[in-house]
């Protein structure tokens, strides 16, 4: 039966229980909304692990637009009715004033890896995601946390953040889950408008078909989709755009492309 807990303290607690003792943990962290991307990464752990611990926490000082931070959807029967279908076993869902005691005078920084892409154009945004995920780390002490290779730049961060820190959980990669069409699936997307899902796909396809990071540029230039960044880096394109006041995120792979052209 699903267990949820909105207490820090009583969570705590719980975990110190005999049950625990010698099984395998597998914990994902989210904000809520979940899709099938979460879901991936939910099933994932389920399979792999003795229990399957759950987060969902809109976490306020990852957000540096208060407009994105109270349009962010929040779902919350729907998310549990999810979890209870894939047999995970307990969701964290702690209030702010639980998790962050402190009130964020405590912080995470990492000082190189932050400074592009998503953290360039997200001031903060990275201090308050390695902030959060250390506390969530910390409370759950999991054997396995799993993240989404969608948001390519935390997972290294989070990786970063585990040898830094000397956490003992091992950090599993997940890759991208994508809609039909192959749209990168985001809580976003419920924002987009039926013409603006049109262009976010097209975003997807370019991202993926053209040969170099400016020819990406430009044909999303030509199709009027504002772009953030496209860069290539770690054998990895990046790009990220805002679309009808919604900003996406994807990137993928090089070598896969390398390897169609090859064949
Ligand atoms: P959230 O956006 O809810 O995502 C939770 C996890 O799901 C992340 O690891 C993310 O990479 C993964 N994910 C999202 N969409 C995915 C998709 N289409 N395919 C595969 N995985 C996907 O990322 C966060 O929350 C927060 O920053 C968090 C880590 C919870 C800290 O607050």
Known sequence: MLKIFKSV???????????????TIGFVPTMGNLHLGHRALIERSVRENDFTVLSIFVNPTQFNNR???????????ADIRMVEGVRADYILMPEYDCLYPDDYTYRVQ??????????RSRPGHFDGMLTVVLKLLQ??????????EKDYQQLQLVRGLVDAFFID???VACSTVRDENGLALSSRNSRLSEGDYDKAVQFAK??????SSKAVCERLDEMGI?????EDGSGRRF????VGGVRLIDNYDLKVNEKVERE
């Open 139 to 148: 409370l759950v002490r999991a054997t396995r946390a799993y993240f989404g």
């Open 110 to 119: 990492e000082s190189v890896i932050s400074k592009f892409m998503e953290g």
């Open 239 to 242: 790009g990220a755009v805002n």
């Open 67 to 77: 407009e994105d931070l109270e349009k962010y959807p929040r779902t919350q029967e």
């Open 226 to 230: 504002e772009v953030d960044y496209i």
């Open 9 to 23: 303290k009583e969570w705590r607690a719980f975990r110190q229980r005999d049950q625990f003792f010698g099984k």
């Open 169 to 171: 959980t091992e950090i």
């Open 206 to 211: 370019i991202l993926q078909s053209e040969k």
